[in-house]
């Protein structure tokens, strides 16, 4: 009879999910996308329902939204040059950032960190269950 060797879903020398430390900046940018999105809420919210009487609540928000969606697209970038690195995505982290700014922080640039945020953790979980 012919010995059958233990399949392995990893390439040799790789990195378990916990020495690739991508955890933190998973948890960062999930709680970054919750705050832009509340923000970016309300400055719409304040957009369509106000007048001209509450202009600087809309540049507060406008202004915290844009700081946030800085932090949300680097924080995006850094993930996904991690899953890079490792081979566990094909695309760079310029991606992230070129891809961003094209789609209108104002309007759907959230959903390039939202993809990155639901890969990221599709991965570790894939790579958890590797593990094992």
């Known amino acids: ?8 879903l990893t390439h040799p020398g790789a990195k378990t999910w916990d020495e690739i430390g991508l ?3 998973i948890k960062r940018l999930g ?5 832009y999105l509340l923000t970016l809420g309300i400055f719409w919210y304040a957009v369509v329902t106000g007048g001209p009487e509450n202009l600087q609540l809309r ?7 844009a700081c946030n969606f800085i932090f949300l697209t680097v924080t995006a970038y850094k993930i996904q040059v991690g ?10 982290g ?3 950032v070129v891809g961003s700014l094209f789609l209108n922080p104002f309007f ?3 959903y390039i960190s939202l993809s990155v945020l639901i890969k ?5 979980r894939r790579v958890k269950m590797a593990e094992r």
Do not use: P
């Not at 709680?31 to 705050?35: A, D, Q, R, S």
């Not at 540049?59 to 939204?65: I, P, R, T, W, Y």
């Not at 890079?84 to 760079?92: A, D, I, L, R, T």
């Open 1 to 8: 009879m012919s010995k059958i060797e233990a399949v392995t």
């Open 108 to 110: 759907i640039g959230w």
């Open 59 to 65: 540049l507060l928000f406008m202004f915290f939204a």
């Open 94 to 96: 310029w991606h992230v």
């Open 120 to 124: 990221a953790l599709l991965t570790r």
């Open 83 to 92: 899953l890079k690195e490792n081979g566990f995505q094909k695309h760079g």
């Open 31 to 35: 709680v970054c996308l919750v705050i």
């Open 23 to 25: 955890d933190s900046h």
